[in-house]
C-alpha cells in the first residue's frame, strides 16, 4: 500500500528508493517514540498539483521539534521546496506525505544530540476513515497536558491513539472519542471533533487537544458560510444525540458520524449543515469556491 521498488523518499539529506533506506536500531526515536511528524495531503487542481496548508504543517513540525527541544535546522520554505520535488520524482498528484524528524544514537533520557529527516509520500485520493461511523466514549483519556506537550505532534503520544481505536474496535464500533482528565470531549484517536445543534456547531476548546489545521479550516469555513460556531468545553452528554457530527484531519477529511455510544444523531447526514461543509472542505482543498453553498443556506433559510 505505501512503496513499491521504485518509490523514492527522501532521508537524512539525501533523495534515494523506500527499499533501500534504514533506521538506526539505537535511535530514541525507535526506542522512546522521541520523533516528531505532520500528516500533510496534496491534491489535483487548476493550477496544478498543490499541497493543502504546506506552510501552517511545516510551522507546526517545526514548532514540535523545538518543543521536545530536538535540533532540526529546516526552514518552511526548505521543507516546502523538498516535498514537491518528492511528490514529481514519484509521479504523484493526490498524495499523502508523512515528514518525520528522528533523533540520532542515543539510549540516555536526554534531549536529542542530532536529528535526521525522513519525507515519504503515497497516492492516497480520499481519507482514511469511512462516512457514517459508528464511535464510542473510550475508557481511555486524552493525555494530560500537565504530562505531555498536547501542541506538539509527537509520534510517542499515538501510542494512546491505538490502544483507544482498538478498544472501540474490540467492542464493534469504528473509532473511539476520548475525555480529557475533566470528563470533556476531547478528540477522537486522530482527528477534532464538531457537532452540530439548532444551526449551531460547537468544537473542544483548546486545552487537551491538539488544535489541527483542518479543525482551523472548518472553523474559518463556518464564518464564511455565517454559521456559529463555538470553542467550548462539554461532556459526552451534550454532544450525544446532537443533530449531527464528524471528525476532522488532515487525512480523514471530513467524517459523517452516525451514532455516538449507540445513540443516533438526529439529522440525516445530507440534510446537516455538516454536510455542508465536508462539501465545502472537498471544493477547498481543490481550489474551487464555496459560495455555493453559502447560497443553499440563504434558500433553506
Known sequence: MYYNDNTIVYYNGKF?????????LYGQSLHYGYSV??????YETNEGTQIFKAQEHYD??????ELLHIPFEYSTQELIDLTYELLERNQFTNAYIRPLVVCSPN?????????????LAWEWSNGYLGDKMKVMTSTFQRPNPQAFLIEAKVCGHYV???????EAKDN????A????EKGYVAES????IFYEKEGELFTPAKGSILPGITRSVVIDICKELEIPVHEKFFTPEEMRGADAAFFCGTAAEIVALDSMDNVRFAKEWDESLCSLIQKSYKNKVVGKSINEFKNKIEENA
Do not use: P, V
Open 16 to 24: 534515494l528508493k523506500a527499499s533501500e533506506a534504514n533506521t538506526d
Open 37 to 42: 511528524f505532520e500528516g500533510i495531503k496534496s
Open 60 to 65: 507546526r513540525l517545526r514548532r514540535s521539534a
Open 107 to 119: 539510549m540516555s533520557l536526554s534531549k536529542g544530540k542530532e536529528s535526521h529527516l525522513i519525507l
Open 160 to 166: 494512546n491513539s491505538i490502544l483507544a481505536c482498538q
Open 172 to 175: 464493534g464500533y469504528d473509532e
Open 177 to 180: 472519542i476520548l475525555l480529557d
Open 189 to 192: 484517536s486522530g482527528a477534532n
